[in-house]
């Protein structure tokens, strides 16, 4: 594993989570573009597939949640995906934290906002020219294989290589990607909540670009040992700098935050 073998990807410090989902709905257009307009660069989302097999951004394995509807992605079909408005609850959200004062604004700003599919997701990357952690999200009962051969294809033909990581906690998914691609073409993120102790196996059989960790578990002997294998290390989410702190010393390379632009003053 080399770092060289890999697209030149210029890893940013600062990456939005699902969008910038502190300020607008996660996973949505909106979300993208909020992240851009505050000068984020990267976004990570997540993206699985409905019961028709259309790839949506989505994170849970229902709609309920961030949405007006209940079923779980498994049922739906894109007619009816399309149907839900996947905004509102989050200017709710924002009324019921700032107050009656900003409730108007916040109430209806995103309402009316879709689930997003995978196609309007990259062509919205493109046009912002961002980059992206697309990860594989695997709810219990999905098939990481057709999740991975639905995905990957448009993604490579969709994106630069420079502004993708695909990840996932999903190993098979991850085999599967890298079946499709070698890593000059895809760069692969091994995604864990803490280190395995296997890890330089997993790592290099995948032959990964990075490694994303659960921040509150990395060690400084992990860090430091990641880091002189050649991988760039990615925590994810964190969204209290100063409790972050440490980690930028030890020299991890990216942040996966809520409110990413909280951290510009520390990274
Ligand atoms: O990719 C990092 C992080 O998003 C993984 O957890 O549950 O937020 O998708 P989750
Ligand atoms: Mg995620």
Known sequence: MSARTHPAIALPTLIGHRGY?????????????????????????????????????WHDRDVSRCSNGTARLARLD??????????????????????????????????????????????????LEMGVNLELKLNPGHDPMALARRVIPETLATLPAEQRVISSFSRPALDVAREMAPPAELALGALFKRLPRRWQRHCAELQAFSVH??????????????????????????NHPAAFAPLWQWGISSVISDDPVAFMASA
């Not at 989050?90 to 009324?95: A, M, R, T």
């Not at 960790?213 to 964190?238: F, H, K, N, P, S």
Request: proline share 2%; no cysteine.
């Open 213 to 238: 960790l659960d921040w509150r578990y990395i060690t400084r002997q992990q860090l430091t040992a990641l880091r002189l294998a050649g991988y760039e290390v990615v925590g994810y989410t964190a």
């Open 21 to 57: 989902s502190a300020r607008a709905p996660e996973n949505t257009l909106a979300a993208v573009r909020e992240a851009h307009r505050a000068g984020i660069q990267w976004v990570e989302i997540d993206v699985q597939l409905l019961g028709d097999g259309t790839p949506v951004i």
């Open 78 to 127: 894109w007619e009816s995906a399309a149907q839900l408005d996947a905004g509102a609850w989050f200017g709710k959200k924002l009324e019921e934290r700032f107050g009656d004062e900003s409730g108007d604004r916040f109430n209806e700003r995103f309402r009316g906002e879709r689930m997003a599919t995978l196609t309007e997701m990259l062509a919205l990357l493109n046009a």
